[in-house]
């Protein structure tokens, strides 16, 4: 079991940024494909940004985000991060910390796509003011 608590959500004018954090909990030996995925109610969720944790050199990104969005990790604290900048009124959502534990880096990207996540954090709210 992993467990993941999210943090950094807050609210922004159009053009800031903001700094997401996801820690872990419980079983993170393993290698995984953490993602940060943002819903909108009335409206389908998006995977924005996914990770693969080892190394952590592969990275997927969601087009609307792309240039602006950062996803990075600290390993050895279990954190994994999204830096977001230049943001837009359309980036306000709910965001969700996910992972699931995988052996392939490539994977990562359906994942985030069909947002397979086993586990997944309670959200923190993300709101960008014009």
């Known amino acids: 079991q992993v467990q993941l608590v999210e943090s950094g959500g807050g609210s922004v004018q159009a053009g800031g940024s903001l700094r997401l954090s996801c820690a872990a909990t419980?079983?993170?030996?393993?290698?995984?494909?953490v993602g940060w995925i943002r819903q909108v109610p009335g409206k389908e969720r998006e995977g924005v940004a996914v990770?693969?944790?080892?190394?952590?050199?592969?990275?997927y990104y969601g087009d609307s985000v792309k240039g602006r969005f950062t996803i990075s990790q600290d390993s050895a604290e279990n954190m994994v991060y999204l830096q977001m900048d230049s943001l837009k009124p359309e980036d306000t959502a709910t965001y969700y910390c996910?992972?699931?534990?995988?052996?392939?880096?490539?994977?990562?990207?359906?994942?985030?796509?069909?947002?397979?996540?086993?586990?997944w954090g309670q959200g923190t709210q993300v709101t960008v003011s014009s």
């Open positions: 990770i693969y944790t080892y190394f952590g050199s592969t990275q």
């Open positions: 996910a992972a699931v534990d995988s052996y392939s880096a490539s994977s990562c990207y359906e994942i985030s796509r069909a947002q397979t996540f086993t586990y």
């Open positions: 419980g079983n993170t030996g393993r290698r995984k494909c």
